[in-house]
């Protein structure tokens, strides 16, 4: 089994055409925990760094709302930073599952998307169980991505480190365009040309084809997530809404 996780880098198609052909679900295991649990090294070798941007990102959406008073921020800025800041307890260990848990979340949406997406422009039926693991094993340049940030991340203090268009620092941070151009990125690129190549042999279809429907899909994907977080109005209702429930 180590020999396919290794495989999947070196011989891609060879790799893609086996799983496809010998299907059996529990495959998508070993490059799941793999990627999970190197999501928890990376969180907590980077925990100084990741609280003071959630720190940072907290001030800002509460300073910004106008919804809530001056002693309702402070209020909730008090109980924030007490959670934020805690190394022990209920607390970071729920930071670190989520951190896990976070992957086969996003694993399991984008099989879904791209079972819809394939199933509707390359014809054929495949199955979501076989899309979920192509798509486990499409993941795994996320395994050399934490290799190689989180030593960068960790010497430089810095966790906004670029692999991609992001590093042209076009637009203010948090605009869409600024956004987008951040998650056009070499090692999510990697990932979908991998989807397109297991793609390949769970449809019939040449690589080319499938790669076209699969970036469409996903700059697609880019553009409407980007949209909705840049989009001031969007933000202050989802805020306003979560503060509310909050001091009530």
Known sequence: MIATIINTFTAPGETFESIVKDFNWKQAMLPLSLIMGLAIISGIILSDQIADLQWEQIQQSINNNTNISEEQKQEILGAQYDRVYSKSGASAIFTYITMALSWPIRIL???LFSMFVGNL?????????????????????????YIIKTPIQYITDNLKIFTGLGVLGVGEEGEFLNSFLAGIDLFAFWRVYLMAIGFSYLYNKPSNSTLSVLVGLWIFSLIIFFYCISCKEFSVMILGNAMDFKIS
């Open 109 to 111: 949406f984008w099989s």
């Open 121 to 145: 422009f390359l014809g054929g039926g495949a199955s979501f169980g076989r899309v979920f693991l192509v798509a486990s094993f499409a993941y795994l340049p996320s395994v050399l991505e």
